[in-house]
């Protein structure tokens, strides 16, 4: 059996889909090709980006008015990307809950008028900017949140109704860390980007979501590769896709078919999330800061009160099997990333060494 992984990203992949990846490395369905080997205009690949883009759509019920963009940047990227489409130069409002999206606030401000709408940075981000507290401004082109923040592990509930809080501005979300962890309401947003390597796929390709009337935009510094409208206009074919690790998205989109969808993989998410929380709050040895209806199901951030047993911690979690709980180095501590690939065996087994460490050591 391989170890349970809990990296944050790149992170764990479903075994059926690397083993599936294996067996097709040389030969992809007899066509003589690795998929890594293949022209992105040929049919066999151009069959490929279609069932997956098909796959993700239904998986995300996204709506016909929102175009799916396979693209390049990562997260990072997006942050200038799209202020280049969306911002028209003028104002963008950014909530701050963590570190992406402070980030994000400051690459904006390279290209736009940029204010903070609320932020908990006074509190280390372990609270939640409650929208009802967000200072909106009457000009702004977007809005910025990041619906999960995967560092602080905190994560909104319920997307915003920008609308209800007098606000006629698109939500953009970056939902890198929980793409596909649960549904999205896209009454309530303009555009979802969100880098692969968390949830998805490999490192390299980045989705955008976005409705058809925010696209044909840009600031004319953009560049064409990175230009909403040029990208959607050739099928995310302008300039050569990652093909690799579109085709390992497409797997994992199958997968999640597989195993019921999206609304049966946020029931297991939540599933894992309780128990973990349950046992940190319950065992007076470890402790999450973060206020509970902030709590991200996808990534866990935890303290030992003693934090001078760090290092054999992890090097006890390894020798069971239990990789990469480092936590960030900006907050220290463990993160436990329990992304859709990770199964409630593995949450089981890693609450299973937390109690086993909290006996020895409590
Ligand atoms: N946003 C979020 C929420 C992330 O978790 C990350 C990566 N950890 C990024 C943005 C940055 O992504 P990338 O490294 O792909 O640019």
């Not at 180095?329 to 949450?347: C, E, F, H, Q, T």
């Amino acid at each position: 059996m391989r170890p349970y992984n809990f990296s944050a990203g790149p992170a764990v992949l479903p075994e059926p889909v690397l083993a599936q990846a294996a067996a097709e490395m040389l030969d992809w369905h007899g066509s003589g090709m690795g998929v890594m080997e293949m022209s992105h205009r040929g049919r066999e690949f151009i069959s490929i980006y279609e069932q997956a883009e098909a796959d993700l759509r239904s998986l995300l019920a996204v709506p016909a008015q929102f175009r799916i963009l396979f693209m390049q940047g990562g997260g990072l990227g997006e942050n200038a990307i799209v202020p280049l489409n969306l911002s028209r130069g003028g104002q963008v409002d950014v909530v701050v809950s963590g570190a992406w999206s402070q980030k994000s606030a400051a690459e904006a401000r390279r290209y736009a008028d940029v204010a903070v709408a609320a932020s908990n940075e006074t509190d280390g981000h372990t609270s939640l900017p409650a929208p009802a507290s967000w200072q909106l401004r009457d000009g702004a082109r977007y809005v910025h949140l990041c619906s999960n923040e995967t560092i602080h592990g905190v994560e909104y509930q319920q997307l915003p109704d920008l609308a209800a809080l007098g606000c006629s501005a698109p939500l953009v979300i970056d939902c890198s860390s929980h793409i596909l962890s649960r549904p999205i309401d896209w009454q309530r947003v303009g555009l979802a980007f969100a880098g692969a390597q968390k949830n998805i796929g490999p490192a390299g390709l980045t989705l955008v979501i976005v409705r058809e009337d925010l696209i044909g935009h840009a600031l004319p510094v953009c560049p064409s590769a990175f230009d909403y409208k040029t990208v959607a206009d050739n099928g995310s074919m302008f300039n050569t896709p990652p093909t690799y690790a579109i085709y390992i998205a497409g797997l994992v989109f199958q997968w999640l078919k597989a195993q019921g969808g999206v609304a049966a993989m946020e029931a297991r998410n939540i599933a894992k999330a309780e128990l973990l929380y349950g046992y940190l709050d319950r065992s007076g040895l470890y402790r999450n800061r973060v206020a509970p209806e902030g709590r991200s199901r996808m990534n866990v951030p935890f303290f030992l009160h003693d934090e001078r047993l760090n290092d054999s911690f992890l090097a006890g979690a390894k020798e069971r099997g239990l990789l990469q709980l480092k936590g960030h180095k900006s907050v220290g501590g463990m993160r436990a990333s329990i992304y859709n690939a990770m199964p409630l065996d593995g949450v089981q087994a890693l609450v299973a060494y937390l109690k086993d460490f909290a006996q020895r050591h409590g």
